[in-house]
């Protein structure tokens, strides 16, 4: 594909379900970052994965949190034990480099409503 | 650590008329800036950055942003609004890998 996707585009789950939110960034690019963008907010870093190590995840808020890109292309998202705090968009992005003056390219997102 | 504030939460201009986004930032060391604009229901897509040199930088659609590190600002500006620039906008700086995000400016442009 052209440019980064992310599965699914919605996502309601009941409070306590876990979820795993996916993301399949542009092939070859070696950067892969996550947010949280809660509703009327800019986005919060997540975490980092420069191929399939993960290098930052300082801005996971929980130990529910928890991310993974094991073969250095997909990504996937997984919390654990949904609480309505977590309802927000999760916004995964990619860059072609590993410094940060690289652009970074956006997915739709995964809108996640916890009820 | 390094943050950004976004003036304005909600900005809106006559179709044809300047359009002033205005972004500063907090960093300890020289930061690297960007624009995006996130259309409804769509991700975040670069308007603009500065990294090193030139503190006037062009964007596409028509933006640009001037750094002004002894103000530490970096506002965005189009000299005539179009209805299609009706958006969200967020500013945002990095250092190293964990880009900081404003909260956004969302822009209205009146026919």
């Known amino acids: 594909g052209a440019g980064v996707s992310q599965s699914p585009r919605y996502k309601v789950a009941k409070r306590g379900q876990d979820v795993a939110l996916r993301c399949d960034p542009i092939?070859?690019?070696?950067?892969l970052f996550w947010y949280q963008q809660a509703l009327g907010q800019g986005p919060e870093f997540l975490t980092y994965?420069?191929?399939?190590?993960?290098?930052?995840k300082s801005g996971l808020p929980s130990d529910r949190f928890f991310a993974e890109r094991p073969e250095g292309s997909v990504s996937t998202l997984k919390i654990q034990r949904t609480q309505q705090e977590d309802s927000a968009v999760y916004l995964c992005?990619?860059?072609?480099?590993?410094?940060?003056?690289?652009?970074?390219?956006f997915g739709p997102g995964t809108r996640l409503t916890v009820t | 650590a390094q943050s950004v504030t976004q003036l304005g939460s909600h900005v809106s201009v006559s179709e044809g008329a300047l359009v002033l986004l205005r972004c500063n930032y907090s960093?300890?060391?020289?930061?690297?800036l960007f624009w995006y604009v996130q259309y409804p229901n769509q991700g975040l897509q670069l308007l603009l950055k500065?990294?090193?040199?030139?503190?006037l930088v062009k964007g596409i659609n028509g933006f640009e942003a001037e750094f002004k590190k002894s103000e530490t600002s970096f506002h965005l500006t189009k000299p005539s609004a179009h209805m299609s620039d009706a958006a969200e906008y967020f500013c945002?700086?990095?250092?190293?890998?964990?880009?900081?995000f404003g909260a956004g400016t969302r822009l209205t442009v009146k026919p």
């Open positions: 992005a990619s860059s072609y480099g590993q410094a940060s003056a690289y652009e970074q390219y």
């Open positions: 092939s070859g690019h070696v950067s």
């Open positions: 994965f420069q191929n399939e190590a993960q290098l930052d």
């Open positions: 960093s300890s060391v020289p930061p690297y």
């Open positions: 500065y990294t090193t040199g030139a503190t």
């Open positions: 945002a700086v990095t250092q190293r890998v964990d880009m900081r």
